[in-house]
């Protein structure tokens, strides 16, 4: 999946810069915390909340948003 698929999948999706901020899936979120974005073919993903990217790829998983993101 491209970063635009998982964050359309997530609540609150909106457009920062040449990425996306969602609220995260790994923590109750009620203000979009979670950053996503694509570099050099990668997905980044980044909480600026209390997860690490280990708990956020998790819970993009068990969402079925993310079965081949790579750390």
Same mark, same amino acid.
């Given at each position: 999946?491209?970063?635009?698929?998982?964050?359309?999948?997530?609540?609150?999706?909106?457009?920062?810069?040449?990425?996306?901020?969602?609220?995260?899936?790994?923590?109750?979120?009620?203000?979009?915390?979670?950053?996503? #974005?694509?570099?050099?073919?990668? $997905?980044? !993903?980044?909480?600026? &909340? =209390?997860?690490?990217? #280990?708990?956020?790829?998790?819970? $993009?998983? !068990?969402?079925?948003? &993310? =079965?081949?993101?790579?750390?």
């Amino acid at each position: 999946m491209t970063a635009a698929q998982i964050a359309h999948a997530l609540p609150k999706c909106r457009k920062a810069g040449k990425g996306w901020v969602v609220c995260c899936p790994a923590h109750e979120d009620n203000n979009p915390s979670l950053s996503i #974005s694509e570099r050099d073919g990668m $997905l980044l !993903v980044h909480c600026h &909340g =209390p997860c690490n990217q #280990s708990a956020v790829v998790e819970a $993009l998983k !068990v969402l079925d948003c &993310g =079965p081949s993101l790579h750390l």
